[in-house]
């Protein structure tokens, strides 16, 4: 028994130094300007659906960055989608050149991925540069620049990103889904071994995307960015994650939401990628376990369990200093005050937003209904996907 639990706790602190060490990293040299040493022509691939005061602003960040040259298509369902109204507003004003795709509604498929299957008509031969991105960010003015850059000047194949969730209400389950998506954003990150592309950020050349035919996995898929991360590894092409490609992406959730968006993420991954979400539940488990089995020991008055439990709590520590010193450097006009509850909570709660993480990933087995935008879907594998049931919202869109 001693030298089972030894092992656990072994493989639990070696968890934890390399998450450690991997969110110092992330902090070197931060922030950094890294300029286009040239600036192609680029276009900006945007799925909208619906009309709010964070697409609105997402709007209007993305038609001001600074970039010389690029213009944006985004995708909506219908003309009946408020985001259709937005889109015409938005156009109206100055900024980057808007074209508004009109996709209509999937039978066979995600709707998001049949948004962006119609957009893809519209990429120009003079489009050097495509990314894609979601609504539901915040990108700041140097967004675009540095993805181009890291194409151009680096001589990546592929460019990813991440969100980073910043709670904007003071609810507790909004602040434990932040926490728990912060740490995942700072682990490592291996080009063509564990990298995933992100849909909110993905960035490569035309020519790149002519190459991986990525329609041809988007057809009757669900997930865009699952689906986009096998179409590169099937061509050979490595997907990197430079560290100022995250984007801001604002939340507001009760439980229900919490969970039900935390279960659909690694739903996604338990159908589209079983070797990636296996290795999930495995670093997300070992740890509780490790740290429950610590607990009951230390109060037997267990020298090695109070040590390890010691040890965690330092780089705990460190990892939470770390990530909110990244916000501070990438983000500093965030309103600390406004954030300062949940930083409590990522600081003084880790054992319960590790737990939530926990559930999420192991509530993605029981069934392969998704239910994700107003709709519901039945997903049997990563390209056979079926439209169940529209919410009445969606339903009225098609009228």
């Keep these: 028994m001693d030298s089972i639990f030894s092992i656990i706790l072994v493989t639990w602190l070696a968890i934890g130094v390399v998450s450690t060490i991997s969110a110092w990293r992330y902090t070197w040299g931060l922030p950094r300007p890294e300029a286009p040493g040239r600036t192609p022509r680029a276009v900006v691939v945007a799925p909208i659906k619906n009309a709010s005061a964070l697409s609105r602003e997402f709007l209007r960040r993305l038609r001001s960055q600074a970039y010389p040259d690029y213009r944006i298509i985004a995708a909506v369902e219908s003309e009946s989608d408020p985001a259709f109204s937005l889109l015409s507003e938005s156009a109206r004003e100055p900024g980057a050149t808007i074209v508004t795709i009109v996709a209509g509604p999937v039978e066979r498929g995600g709707q998001k991925v049949w948004n962006l299957l119609a957009a893809l008509a519209a990429i120009k031969a003079d489009d050097e540069i495509v990314v894609f991105t979601d609504a539901d960010t915040l990108p700041t003015p140097e967004w675009l620049a540095r993805l181009v850059s890291a ?60 190459r991986i035919r990525v329609a041809d996995y988007w057809r009757g898929a669900i997930s865009d960015d699952l689906q986009m991360t096998r179409a590169l590894g099937a061509a050979g092409c490595a997907i990197f994650s430079p560290r100022q490609s995250l984007l801001l992406s604002p939340i507001a959730m009760d439980w229900r ?57 330092v780089l705990g520590e460190f990892r939470f200093r770390c990530r909110r010193r990244i916000v501070r450097l990438l983000w500093p006009e965030t309103d600390a005050a406004a954030l300062a509850g949940y930083w409590r909570v990522e600081r003084l709660l880790r054992p319960v937003w590790w737990c939530f993480h926990m559930a999420c990933i192991f509530a993605a087995f029981g069934s392969r209904h998704i239910h994700w935008a107003g709709v519901d879907y039945l997903v049997r594998g990563p390209q056979d996907v079926e439209v169940v049931r529209r919410g009445a919202e969606t339903q009225r869109s098609r009228s």
């Design 257 to 313: 939401e919490a969970f039900a968006f935390g279960r659909r993420q690694y739903r996604m991954v338990l159908i589209h990628a079983p070797r990636l979400w296996l290795f999930a539940a495995l670093v997300t488990l070992l740890p509780v376990a490790a740290a429950s089995l610590s607990m009951i020991l230390a109060f037997q008055g267990q020298i090695l369990a109070i040590a390890a439990l010691a040890a965690s709590g």
């Design 151 to 210: 194409l151009t000047d680096a001589g990546y194949d592929a460019v990813t990103g991440y969100r980073w969730m910043i709670p904007t209400d003071g609810r507790l389950s909004s602040a434990i889904v932040a926490a728990a998506n912060a740490s995942i954003v700072t682990l490592p990150r291996i080009p063509a071994i564990i990298n995933l592309c992100w849909g909110g950020t993905t960035a490569l050349r035309r020519e790149t995307l002519e």
